[in-house]
Structures are given as C-alpha cells and as structure tokens.
C-alpha cells in the first residue's frame, strides 16, 4: 500500500467561519479578559447540562485544584479514583496532601468497576471520581448510590464528555461536580481551558473566590461600566480565570458540538466496519446501560504484537495515535510515595491499549487509510489472509 504523503495526527480541532468570527470580534470589543462572554460561555453549559452553576477555568487541572481545595480536601484524606486516567488529577490529590486509592475498571469498556468501589472505602475516604472514559458515562446510578451511602462527594471528570448523557442526564446534571476540558484534542475547545458545574450555592462563592485571588468581584464586574474596582479579601486564592477571548472560540464551538459529535459517530461506525473482524485487536466496548457517546476517543486493544513497535509502524504509515493512559498506579513517583497495587483488570488493559485518530474534520477516506494501514501492520485482513 502506497504511504500518504501528509501525516494524519491523533487530532485538529475544527476551526471555522463562527470561531474566526467570533474570536476577531471580541478582539475588536478589547474587551478581552474575563467578561460577558465568559458569563454567556457558562450560561451555555448550564443550559446544556442542567446544572445550576458553571465557572469558566484556564484549565480543568484547575478545576480539580479548586474542588479540592473548596471542600477542604488535605493531608490525611483519601480519594478513590480509577488509575486509568490523565495524571493530574493524581497529581492534584498528592499536591493536596491526600492519598489516591485506585479502583480497578472494566477491561472491556475501560470504565470505573462501581463494584471495586465499595471494597476501597475507608474512615478517611472523603471523594469518589469517576471518569467518563473516551466519551462514554460511567455507571452514575451505582457510583451516586455508594457515595451516597457513605457520605462522600462525587467529582465528576468529565474532560472527555461534552455530549455524554447517562440515561438521558448530560455529565455535569446529576447534582454533584463535573469537571470539562477544552485543550484542543477535546470535543470542543477554547485553546486550553476548562469549566465546573455543580448546584451547590455555598460551593459557588467559594469557588468564585478561589479562581480569582480571593476577590468577589472579577475585572469585569470591577472595571466594566459601572463597576467598581474596590475590593477585600477574605481569603486568598489563585488566577484560574477564563478570558473572553477564550470563551469567543467556545461559544462558537458550543454552537457546533451536534455537528461536531455527529461526524465522530460516523467515524467511529466506519472504523467498526472496517476493522470488524480484524485479527491480533480487540475494538472498543460500549457499556450496556442506556447513553449517549461523545465519542471523544477511538481506543483499541493490541494483541498481536508488542505496542511499541505498533506505534512506530503506524508513524511509517505517516499516521498518528495516542495512548489514553498509561496506568497511574505504575508511575513511579506514585509507587514510591504510597507503595504498590495491583489492579488486574487495569494492568490487563494498560499495555494494549492505543487511541487511533479521530477528529469532525477527518475524511472517510482517512478512516479508510488507518483501517487499510492497521490490517498490514497486524498481517491479516478481515477475511483472515495475508
């Protein structure tokens, strides 16, 4: 099979006429910190999820600063988290003095086994994070359930789900918080950033407070007409403010997610079709329950060869690809500062697994190339031969 001649990356954010429009006319306003359009930015994802409150972030990193810190979350405190996730929210648990206790998945679906919770809950256990893995919710009736029955918060990391509904409830509406990405690989972006949604009214001043050096009021509020630009601090707090620059290519983006989630649907049905049947990988499962998939990533097992040599056939192939994640529990400086789990099913998963590219702006014919290219590099076809 002949190489493509340009390289088809992991991701690219589709970027068009509403973003470009919408980013040159903030930019024209000089209004471009936080300001109306962030306020609109969080209206939207109110609306969409149905939550009470959304705070605009730099990053949902961030956002998990900001939670922890707002429900007082510290030394001596544990938090249960699946190990197959971005690091950061590890990382912000240990920042925080905390301890993160890892709960295995399901090897076929890569989401959080609400089973294994409840094994891990101890007297010192004050939050359960469940990860909407790739797109797809996990089991909120179970996992809300347990917490419930034991008092602990529930922080949604949603990063990978604008678009995800778990029996008709979007991420982010159960009552609880959620924390959404938006770096550019996501569904939709606003360069870097990231939004909370919750309905807590005390949890709202606290964390308004926090995202803005401790300040009630932001610049907009201080500097915009009428404002005023006096303020106190109670306590302080950090710089994690959204600018409306930002929210400008969000909103537009917002407007585009059915389009958007659409398209990846599509493609993940001719990556199905394509690869059905494929020897030596096993395609991503979806879970049982009713819900609706973001589609964020398109994740596959790699059985028949080991990974990295994969990834290398795949850049002669001049295609890109991710891994999503590796296995927390395994890094090192987590093994050395709260010692070693075994996780199965986790670790059954972690070293086969391979995100494949995905993005609104792919072509059939991409999704064609990476199927054509995957069946050479695995040396069979669907029908078995070589």
């Given at each position: 099979m002949k190489t493509r001649k340009n390289f088809l990356p992991l991701n690219r954010p589709s970027i068009g006429k509403t973003e470009i429009a919408n980013v040159t006319a903030c930019l024209?306003?000089?209004?471009?910190?936080?300001?109306?359009?962030?306020?609109?930015?969080?209206?939207?994802?109110?609306?969409?999820?149905?939550?009470?409150?959304?705070?605009?972030?730099?990053?949902?990193?961030?956002?998990?600063?900001?939670?922890?810190?707002a429900l007082g979350i510290g030394p001596g405190d544990e938090v249960i988290t699946p190990s197959l996730t971005f690091a950061s929210t590890v990382n912000m648990i240990a920042l925080h003095g905390a301890r993160p206790v890892f709960a295995d998945i399901h090897y076929d679906t890569l989401l959080m086994n609400a089973d294994d919770i409840e094994a891990r809950i101890t007297t010192r256990t004050r939050a359960i994070i469940p990860v909407h893995f790739a797109g797809a919710p996990a089991e909120m009736d179970r996992i809300l359930e347990i917490a419930d029955r034991h008092r602990l918060a529930v922080i949604e990391d949603a990063a990978h789900a604008v678009g995800t509904r778990y029996r008709g409830i979007h991420t982010g509406g159960f009552g609880r918080t959620a924390i959404f990405s938006f770096h550019p690989i996501k569904n939709i972006t606003t360069g870097e950033g990231g939004l909370i949604t919750h309905s807590d009214d005390q949890l709202e001043k606290k964390l308004r407070l926090l995202r803005f050096h401790g300040i009630e009021r932001d610049a907009w509020k201080r500097y915009g007409k009428g404002g005023n630009p006096g303020y106190d601090i109670e306590t302080p707090g950090w710089k994690y403010n959204l600018t409306d620059i930002q929210?400008?290519?969000?909103?537009?983006?917002?407007?585009?997610?059915?389009?958007?989630?659409?398209?990846?649907?599509?493609?993940?049905a001719l990556y199905r079709e394509a690869l059905k049947g494929t020897a030596g990988m096993e395609l991503p499962v979806d879970p049982a329950y009713p819900h609706d998939h973001a589609h964020h990533l398109f994740v596959v097992k790699i059985l028949a060869?080991?990974?990295?040599?994969?990834?290398?056939?795949?850049?002669?192939?001049?295609?890109?690809?991710?891994?999503?994640?590796?296995?927390?529990?395994?890094?090192?400086?987590?093994?050395d500062r709260f010692g070693i789990v075994h996780l199965p099913e986790t670790e059954r998963a972690a070293g086969k697994i391979l995100s494949l590219p995905l993005f609104p702006d792919m072509t059939d014919g991409d999704v064609a190339y990476v199927c054509k290219s995957v069946r050479e590099i695995l040396g069979r076809t669907k029908g078995g031969g070589h």
């Open positions: 024209r306003s000089q209004w471009i910190t936080t300001g109306p359009l962030c306020k609109t930015f969080e209206e939207r994802f109110q609306d969409l999820t149905g939550a009470r409150h959304a705070i605009s972030l730099s990053s949902a990193t961030a956002g998990m600063h900001l939670t922890f810190t929210a400008a290519l969000g909103i537009a983006q917002l407007s585009r997610l059915a389009e958007f989630n659409r398209r990846r649907e599509e493609l993940v060869m080991e990974r990295k040599r994969f990834m290398d056939k795949l850049s002669d192939y001049n295609i890109g690809y991710g891994l999503h994640f590796p296995a927390c529990h395994l890094l090192k400086y987590v093994k």
